[in-house]
């Protein structure tokens, strides 16, 4: 026997037990940013590597450790998007759509990255993500932050997550305070953990958020990100806190909050939860006016957030948050018996959904007895199960079981549509 072939490590199959879960929420998405004015764009898996080096950043962990990188066949490098939001800009700049224009856009699809698989973190895994263009100010940032909320109160998690907020002010800014941040920590650099040692030449901003605990206690008396930025930064954050204040929206300040990618700079964000262990960030973004020209384009103001499919799937799940109509139920089974009855439940069923195009109808195939079909109705868990045979075909009728209550009674084929709607 042949040996079976296994998915790939951290790159997972999405069942039907699970991807109505899912279309449940891709449509929460697509109603909640389209009511904001937001289109969706698609764009590439595979992008050119430079794409991501100068987009992302060299001496980030993504491209330094994560990626899928290779050549094609004429040489050229290519590579599995790791994120959205580079690819995003090189769609809408290359069409045009950036330049003294403004844009809402989103997006939906999987992304690749080769890290340790762990629960909620995967080598294939999904985001959606919201991106605005040609907007400086702080009321667009605003504006996601709480189309953000929106989505939370539409799934019920607005109550188990958390906004945490910062500044991390202008690109001249931050090189200030890295140079003092890289000065301090230069004279405890063998109490620092693995990685912040190696980012202490490369991205110092990411030891901020260092986990280790010897790391964080060095960092209690590190200069104060805080102190560095200067007045047109914090007047964009001051105003964001105000629009936020405004619209009843809560938050914390995190002042360790820098995100992991090079692009980004005055606002950032993140919703996080306690429900997920350590993989507590479901959501986060901020603003990075100064990719689309680091890209090749002409300066524009932008600012994005990106979520998770898989960690916001699980969170629902771990708080029971799904709706029963979310979960993909059969309506209606159909069975038949005889030649003639086979080729009325053909018309019968497309009948049904004909007059509701919301109703799941499941039509018996393949043969088989009566009683074998009816276990076959059982299995489904159907509401109602339609029975035809020669005799209720020569009569024009149809036997209707209700599943929930055993009740069966017979009724009109034409009729037998407005009876099950009404009853749904």
Known sequence: MARKIQAIRGMNDILPDQSS???YLEKTVADVVKSYGYQQIRFPIVENTDLFKRGVGETTDIVEKEMYTFDDRNGESLTLRPEGTASCVRAADQAGLLFNQTQRLWYTGPMFRYERPQKGRYRQFH??????????SADIDAELIILS???WKKLGLLEHVELQ??????????????????????EFKDQLDEDSQRRLGTNPLRILDSKDESTQTVLKDAPNLEDFIGEESQAHFDLLQAILKANGISYVINRRLVRGLDYYGKTVFEWVTTHLGSQATVCAGGRYDGLVEQLGGKSTPA??????????????????????EAKFSTDVFVISMGDDAELASFVLAERLREKNSNLVVLRHCGGG?????MKKADRSEARFTIVLGQDEIDNGICQVKDMSTGEQ????????????????
């Open 303 to 324: 600012v994005g957030f990106a979520m998770g499919i898989e960690r916001l799937v699980l969170l629902l799940e771990t708080l029971n948050l799904i709706p029963d």
């Open 127 to 136: 985001q959606i993500g919201v991106e605005s263009f040609g907007m400086g």
């Open 369 to 373: 007895n009566f009683k074998n079909q």
């Open 149 to 151: 909320a929106r989505l």
């Open 165 to 186: 907020l910062n500044t991390i002010g202008l690109a001249s800014e931050r090189e200030t305070y890295k140079a003092a941040l890289v000065d301090y920590l230069t």
């Open 21 to 23: 879960v899912w279309l």
């Open 409 to 424: 009674q017979p009724h009109s084929i034409d009729d037998v549509a407005a009876y099950i709607n009404a009853k749904l």
